[in-house]
């Protein structure tokens, strides 16, 4: 059966989807495994720039499913993780140049390379939507506190559980803790009281995520980074791993802050593959 | 100051994260199921008039909800019921207070006739040795009205004042 294939989607746009695709692809990786990270977003792509591989990108996904190029000519290696690849997106091409059995069949095709596919779903619920689920095992639902990336989730819900899929897991990303101290931010409990499904990680807002896309290095690598630490939390979750929920807290006071830096488990304890 | 505010503001008003929580599950209802507002208030009007066919309903107390656990959306209807309380021994002593808050035109004893003539004939008498009760206005004779039709509430000496402290057993309900 081979590795396993899980799609990061969200229904609204901007609420991280590529931000928690390259994050996750990256982490799992740094945790040993063969990665590669998918870029479905037809005619809008970016997980090639937030991974800072847009400069070696020669085919895409589909020159591969059209049979212009095999699939290993279209993976980008990763500049520091030896395992981690890129399948990028077309960027002249629109959505309707993939059809769901094109798309199915790159994943069968995938899942044979790769331990973990991790497919970077366009916004929307229209073809790109479809094209992204099709062949996944798991998907992830990234969402933010707040009433219409919820609604709009609680949407995509319906919709993957339609298509077949088992019940998606949640992410909660750029969570503000001061704000819901305050009571201006839903909390984790009301985002999973409203939506009704697992939870597989919660991600504080983190200035440290712009600063990680502009240097084109995804936040897991670092350990300063809260969010960078929330997502890599996430993927030890992802592979299995028994990760107690961190509360989220506001920015970290100086004496935990030392208490981190002296922390004897390194952030991603690498470790062998299988 | 910022404590203090944020103390006395959450107690008065729910926080803009309560909203944005309570305004989700009712616009999810609506994307799920289709359900508008509208069409909810006229189920909720239906669902009243079949079930007060068979039994007094307390409407300031309805609430209908749709609501999910589990991702199974449910429909929950809370019902309080008006009991019919016939306890003589009770209202045998509020006469007292009754008239003097001036409530004769809904206090209507007379229909106490309906269930046991007898004994409200009795407690009538009693009543009107009663001291305070030297106020009340002919009518509440039984003799001079005849047996009208009445609700549960009226036949409780108490249905002036508000129906929460006047039922004083906990309302029935029913969920559907």
């Known amino acids: 059966m081979g590795g396993r294939v899980i799609t990061v989607t969200s229904g609204k746009g901007g609420v991280g989807k590529t931000t928690t695709t390259a994050n996750l692809g990256t982490a799992i990786a740094m945790l040993g495994y063969k990665v590669a990270v998918v870029d479905s977003d037809i005619g809008l792509r970016n997980l090639d720039s937030v991974m800072g591989l847009e400069n070696r990108i020669v085919y895409d996904l589909i020159d591969v499913v059209e049979g212009q190029c095999r699939l290993r000519q279209a993976l980008i290696k990763d500049k520091r993780q030896p395992e981690l690849y890129l399948l990028p997106a077309a960027q002249t091409r629109d959505k309707s140049a993939l059809s769901t059995s094109q798309m199915e069949q790159l994943t069968m095709q995938m899942r044979q390379e790769f331990d973990f596919v991790v497919i970077d779903s366009p916004a929307g619920i229209e073809q790109g939507f479809r094209n992204a689920i099709v062949g996944a095992d798991e998907v992830l639902i990234v969402t933010n506190a707040e009433m219409s990336s919820v609604r709009d989730a609680d949407r995509i819900i319906g919709l993957v559980e339609a298509a077949g899929k088992p019940e998606p897991r949640l992410l909660i990303n750029r969570l503000r803790a001061d704000m819901v101290r305050r009571g201006d931010m839903m909390d984790v409990a009301d985002v999973l009281e409203v939506l009704g499904i697992d939870l597989l990680g919660v991600v504080p807002e983190d200035e440290f995520i712009i600063v990680a896309t502009n240097r084109g290095e995804p936040a897991v690598y670092d350990r300063r980074s809260r969010a960078g630490r929330a997502f890599c939390n996430a993927a030890q979750r992802l592979v299995g791993e028994d990760v107690p929920l961190v509360e989220i807290e506001g920015p970290a006071g100086f004496l935990e802050r030392l208490r981190r830096l002296m922390s004897p488990t390194p952030m991603v304890a690498r470790r062998a593959r299988g | ?176």
């Open chain 2, 1 to 176: 100051m910022g404590i203090f505010s944020a103390l006395f503001s959450r107690k008065s008003q729910p926080s803009s994260s309560d909203l944005a929580r309570e305004r989700l599950k009712v616009v999810l209802v609506n994307d799920r199921l289709k359900l508008s507002p509208a069409v909810l208030e006229q189920l909720k009007q239906e669902l009243l008039e079949v079930i007060s066919r068979r039994l007094e309903i307390d409407e300031q107390g309805v609430q209908i909800i749709v609501t999910r656990s589990d991702r199974l959306d449910k429909l929950i209807a809370d019902v309080p019921l008006r009991r019919p309380r016939m306890r003589f021994e009770d209202s045998a002593v509020e006469p007292a207070v009754k008239p003097a808050t001036g409530v004769s035109s809904t206090y209507r004893p007379q229909e106490f006739i309906q269930t046991g003539a007898g004994e409200a004939k009795e407690r009538e008498e009693e009543t009107q040795q009663a001291p305070a009760d030297e106020s009340h206005s002919p009518l509440s004779s039984p003799a001079e009205k005849g047996v009208t039709e009445i609700t549960a509430g009226e036949l409780h000496p108490s249905v002036s004042s508000p129906p929460e402290r006047g039922n004083a057993d906990m309302p029935a309900q029913i969920h559907l």
